[in-house]
T-cell receptor, first 115, second 111 residues
Framework: KQEVTQIPAALSVPEGENLVLNCSFT??????LQWFRQDPGKGLTSLLL?????REQTSGRLNASLDKSSGRSTLYIAASQPGDSATYLC??????????????FGKGTKLSVIP | ETGVTQSPTHLIKTRGQQVTLRCSSQ?????VSWYQQALGQGPQFIFQ???????GRGNFPPRFSGLQFPNYSSELNVNALELDDSALYLC??????????FGEGSRLTVL
């Protein structure tokens, strides 16, 4: 059974700092990995999707990397802003079987960017 | 803007009642899935529908059921509500790439 862990659970940084969020997963047989942002009481906003054959994806100040063999992904946020404050969730889709129908999520990292 | 809309946004039910949640997804996204998110947790997969048939299910009892319609809309039905069913229910539609797009969710409170 796939398990996804995100460390740290919460992070507080001053505005302008670069930061890294970590995600690890136990089964390396994945189809893709997706990073989401969730504001309090809201739905999930897709940030980046990395297919299993890719090593990284970039969108603006965000860069996500994937090391499938070691079961790890990182989300790098450059020059953080107060508007980046949210919970960031990592999710993986299995490559086959029952796991291919679903995303398995971590519990998220709650980020606070202090002005 | 994900193109996925859910209704209602909030609702309150009592234990034992039944609830129907609705979702409208983007045209052409023929896969829809539903997730349950308890407070402080990541979303948990309930089930997925493809071309109006359930083709994947998570660890949820049969009192959680769903429908998908030809117009890309979908329903999640929960019977015999329990207190632990209180959660945010999220609907998602998929692109062919496998990327999921979520709606804003329906917040269900069971008293």
């Amino acid at each position: 059974k796939q398990e996804v862990t995100q460390i740290p659970a919460a992070l507080s940084v001053p505005e302008g700092e670069n930061l890294v969020l970590n995600c690890s997963f136990t089964d390396s047989a994945i189809y893709n990995l997706q990073w989401f942002r969730q504001d309090p009481g809201k739905g999930l906003t897709s940030l980046l999707l990395i297919q299993s054959s890719q090593r990284e994806q970039t969108s603006g100040r965000l860069n996500a990397s994937l090391d499938k063999s070691s079961g790890r992904s990182t989300l790098y946020i450059a020059a953080s802003q107060p508007g980046d404050s949210a919970t960031y969730l990592c999710a993986v889709r299995g490559a086959s079987g029952a796991g291919s129908y679903q995303l398995t999520f971590g519990k998220g990292t709650k980020l606070s960017v202090i002005p | 803007e994900t193109g996925v809309t859910q209704s209602p946004t909030h609702l309150i039910k009592t234990r034992g009642q039944q609830v129907t949640l609705r979702c409208s997804s983007q045209s052409g996204h023929n896969t829809v899935s539903w997730y349950q998110q308890a407070l402080g947790q990541g979303p948990q997969f309930i089930f997925q529908y493809y071309r109006e048939e359930e083709n994947g299910r998570g660890n949820f009892p049969p009192r959680f059921s769903g429908l998908q319609f030809p117009n890309y809309s979908s329903e999640l039905n929960v019977n015999a509500l329990e207190l632990d069913d209180s959660a945010l229910y999220l609907c998602a539609s998929s692109r062919p790439t496998g990327e999921l797009f979520f709606g804003e969710g329906s917040r269900l409170t069971v008293l």
